[in-house]
């Protein structure tokens, strides 16, 4: 066959294949995302970041910075509104919420305002006012009440923001914060066991949390805790003047169901989020990623990967239970 003859049977087949549908423009065409089996490595969608959004309050009449963290790609997404640690800001965690994106979430950061906020003297732990609580909770939650606006600051985001799925996680005082909108109770404004959450809330994902006895958290607080919920200590991460184990009860007084624990060997406070050097980060953002696979995408191997995998990937250097 001759070269003329070839290069006419190659284009008769090309256009019956285009007419049938079956080729179409690499131009025009993104290939999909290969799934990712790894939750400890970075996921398959290219990262982005907006690093300030004034979100617009209109209950306080004011402004909420947050940073955002998302992937690239068609959506929905689900959404993870995180709290920083006390004295922090929204750019806290930014290892964890780019790799939080990469697996297809979006992360938003805000910041808060905790002036004034300290330990109480004479080992009387976190103890902020009524205000500066209403007000930090307030500035996770206007999150959820702001995805139009986020949609309308990010282009890239319209319409891909999925409301049904929603998460929230802290770090210290901020795992406090993701706790109470999940709906632990705490005693508050002269009330005993108020429920603060907010029912949008369908997962929680707190880091070095408080136990009894601080920002009014009782033993009867996570009683009727009942949404998933993955809770990260470490070992050096006692509080000076409360028991060792203080930080695990909040688990401990959790009722069963769908709820997880990961006690991390030799992190500090503020290792887990990769502010300060330290292996945390790693053993993090492995079970994050499966947790919220979990709870907001339904993914059975996402909870598969807790239950057994994350095991296998932190080897002894870090522990998880399940209950």
């Known amino acids: 066959m001759t070269m003329n003859n070839q290069f006419c049977l190659l284009r008769s087949i090309h256009f019956?294949?285009?007419a049938a549908g079956l080729i179409v423009s690499l131009w025009s065409v993104t290939a999909p995302a290969q799934e990712n089996t790894s939750?400890?490595?970075p996921g398959t969608f290219p990262v982005h970041n907006m690093e300030t959004i004034a979100l617009k309050d209109n209950l306080r009449?004011?402004?909420?910075?947050?940073?955002?963290y998302y992937p690239e790609g068609a959506g929905p997404f689900p959404v993870i509104a995180f709290s920083h640690m006390n004295g922090g800001n929204k750019d806290m965690f930014s290892e964890i919420g780019?790799?939080?994106?990469?697996?297809?979430?979006?992360?938003?950061?805000?910041?808060?305002?905790d002036t004034g906020v300290t330990m109480a003297p004479n080992g009387g732990g976190m103890q902020p006012s009524e205000q500066k609580v209403r007000d930090r909770l307030r500035d996770v939650i206007v999150v959820f009440d702001a995805l139009d606006q986020i949609e309308r600051d990010v282009p890239a985001l319209a319409?891909?923001?999925?409301?049904?799925?929603?998460?929230?996680?802290?770090?210290?005082?901020?795992?406090f914060i993701s706790f109470i909108a999940g709906g632990v109770t705490i005693d508050i404004g002269g009330e005993t066991n108020t429920n603060l959450g907010d029912s949008r809330v369908k997962?929680?994902?707190?880091?070095?949390?408080?136990?009894?006895?601080?920002?009014?958290?009782s033993d009867a607080s996570w009683r009727n805790l009942a949404m998933p919920t993955l809770i990260f200590n470490g070992t050096n991460d006692?509080?000076?003047?409360?028991?060792?184990?203080?930080?695990?009860e909040p688990y401990r007084l959790s009722p069963e169901g769908n709820k997880f624990q990961i006690i991390i060997e030799g992190a500090t406070h503020r290792e887990y989020g990769g502010d300060i050097p330290g292996d945390a980060p790693k053993y993090v953002k492995a079970a994050s990623a499966a947790f919220f696979d979990?709870?907001?995408?339904?993914?059975?191997e996402g909870k598969s990967y807790l239950q057994g995998g994350f095991d296998e990937f932190a080897d002894g250097a870090a522990t998880i239970s399940f209950k």
């Open 16 to 18: 019956r294949l285009l």
């Open 39 to 41: 939750y400890s490595d």
């Open 61 to 68: 009449g004011t402004e909420v910075l947050v940073r955002v």
């Open 98 to 113: 780019t790799h939080w994106a990469s697996h297809g979430f979006v992360a938003v950061h805000s910041s808060h305002d």
């Open 159 to 175: 319409e891909k923001l999925d409301r049904e799925k929603l998460a929230v996680a802290g770090h210290s005082y901020g795992s």
């Open 203 to 217: 997962c929680i994902l707190p880091m070095s949390p408080s136990g009894p006895g601080d920002y009014g958290l």
């Open 238 to 248: 006692a509080r000076a003047g409360r028991a060792e184990d203080w930080r695990m």
């Open 294 to 300: 979990f709870c907001l995408n339904g993914t059975a």
